[in-house]
């Protein structure tokens, strides 16, 4: 059964510091999302992806948050200046076309510690 | 704007005894509800979807929730309870209208422990 796939499992990286969160959605899907989960809190939806291009994003989303896909398979999120408070699971998903009804589909997770 | 909320953040089972976990929902319009799980170190796992259909949905590993429009509820059962249920679950509503977005929107999740 296809899947989500991200790397890497964790990063640590120090404060202020830029990092890339790779995922490979599952190859027929066309929309794409992050989630981020703080720990001992809910995942929260942080942008979508469709069409090459962010079709939503939430407030958490600020200027160093970016996404890119930059070939048919990959879908990354990089986060520049990383702060203390960016520590947290990170998850991607992805859905087929069509309505409100498909689910998405998650990856494993991407765990950032930030020092 | 829709929400999702989930009644209990942990709920202790005997293995073999029902489960329950209650979730209530705020939406302005018809809306599309999920069930997903997290094992430990794991990732997210569709449990079970509600899209207007069947108000009874079955999911996999013997769960299925039932849509009330009457209560906004949609309540996550299971007849009997395994070990490898011991997991957290999240009730989790769709937003959106069929556009490019469908952005979910999770509750805060709940803890199920399955004692022996």
């Known amino acids: 059964e296809p899947e989500v796939t991200q790397t890497p499992s964790h990063q640590v990286t120090q404060m202020g510091q830029e990092v890339i969160l790779r995922c490979v959605p599952i190859?027929?899907?066309?929309?794409f999302y992050w989630y981020r989960q703080i720990l001992g809190q809910k995942v929260e939806f942080l942008v979508s992806?469709?069409?090459?291009?962010?079709?939503?994003k939430s407030e958490i989303f600020d200027d160093r948050f970016s996404v890119e896909r930059p070939d048919g398979s990959n879908f990354t999120l990089k986060i520049r200046s990383t702060k203390l408070e960016d520590s947290a699971m990170y998850f991607c998903a992805s859905r087929r076309t069509g309505g409100q009804a498909y689910e998405q589909y998650f990856g494993p997770g991407t765990r950032l510690t930030v020092t | 704007a829709q929400s999702v909320t989930q009644l209990d953040s942990h709920v202790s089972v005997s293995e073999g005894t029902p489960v329950l976990l209650r979730c209530n929902y705020s939406s302005s319009y018809s809306p599309s509800l999920f069930w997903y799980v997290q094992h430990p170190n794991k990732g997210l796992q569709l449990l079970l979807k509600y899209t207007s259909a069947a108000t009874l949905v079955k999911g996999i590993n013997g769960f299925e929730a039932e849509f009330k429009k009457s209560e906004t509820s949609f309540h996550l059962t299971k007849p009997s309870a395994h070990m490898s249920d011991a997991a957290e679950y999240f009730c989790v509503v769709s937003e959106g209208n069929g556009g490019a977005t469908n952005k979910l929107i999770f509750g805060t999740g709940t803890l199920l422990a399955v004692q022996p």
């Open positions: 992806f469709y069409n090459n291009e962010i079709s939503e």
């Open positions: 190859s027929n899907h066309l929309y």
